[in-house]
């Protein structure tokens, strides 16, 4: 079943409000990471975050790590139209193979009405 | 510009058909994979390889097959034992955990 939970799943908000998409896994993760998908295009890598109650800072986006490494947020202030897209959380877990992989979260779509 | 290259960016199957996805990085990246992406659905992993010769089933590997006879190409074979084979499909590499880098995609449909 699946791993990794986000919410929510779609969030419409007027230019300027801000932003929150949580992400909560079933089991510690040594590290989480966050992707960026525009429509039409592809995952791009954000940032990695691997202690916890880790913060950092992209300009107007804030990353947080829990203290239990169970889950994470990102938190964009004041959003801007060049925002719009799906946020994904991914953490490494065992798959069928033999090694940990990243596992993806579902995403949080998120449109910025201008 | 290093990156990855993947082809075609759309491709129709017939029924029953097999078709393969192309995915050429050089970015000297060891690890290579696969990931399909369905409608309001997260990316679910196919077929991984950490190494030439090498590579591991994901989560869905049912109705897939791969090769990894170079470092730099990692091909998907989409088979007719895939019953729902349309979809977005991303290709992947990296060195470590640390920040996949992702192609463009293939959008797959079948006709």
């Known amino acids: 079943g699946q791993q990794v939970m986000q919410i929510p799943q779609y969030q419409h908000v007027q230019e300027g409000e801000d932003f929150t998409t949580y992400c909560n896994s079933s089991t510690t993760l040594s590290n989480i990471q966050w992707y960026k998908q525009r429509p039409g295009g592809h995952p791009v890598f954000l940032i990695q975050l691997v202690k916890s109650g880790e913060v950092k800072k992209q300009k107007r986006l804030t990353f947080q790590f829990g203290e239990a490494k169970k889950n994470s947020s990102l938190h964009i202030t004041a959003t801007q139209t060049t925002d719009v897209g799906t946020y994904f959380c991914?953490?490494?877990?065992?798959?069928?193979?033999?090694?940990?992989?990243?596992?993806f979260g579902s995403g949080t779509q998120l449109t910025v009405l201008p | 510009d290093g990156g990855i290259t993947q082809s075609p960016k759309y491709l129709f199957r017939k029924e029953g058909q097999n078709v393969t996805l192309s995915c050429e990085q050089n970015?000297?990246?060891?690890?290579m994979y696969w990931y399909r992406q369905d409608p309001g659905q997260g990316l679910r992993l196919i077929y991984y390889?950490?190494?030439?010769?090498?590579?591991q089933k994901g989560d869905i590997a049912e109705g897939y097959s791969v090769s990894r006879e170079k470092k730099e190409s990692f091909p998907l074979t989409v088979t007719s034992a895939q019953k729902n084979p349309t979809a977005f499909y991303l290709c992947a590499s990296s060195n470590s955990y640390y920040g996949y880098t992702f192609g463009s995609g293939t959008r797959l449909t079948v006709v």
């Open positions: 991914a953490g490494p877990y065992l798959s069928s193979g033999s090694a940990r992989q990243l596992t």
């Open positions: 970015l000297n990246h060891d690890a």
């Open positions: 390889s950490q190494i030439v010769n090498d590579f």
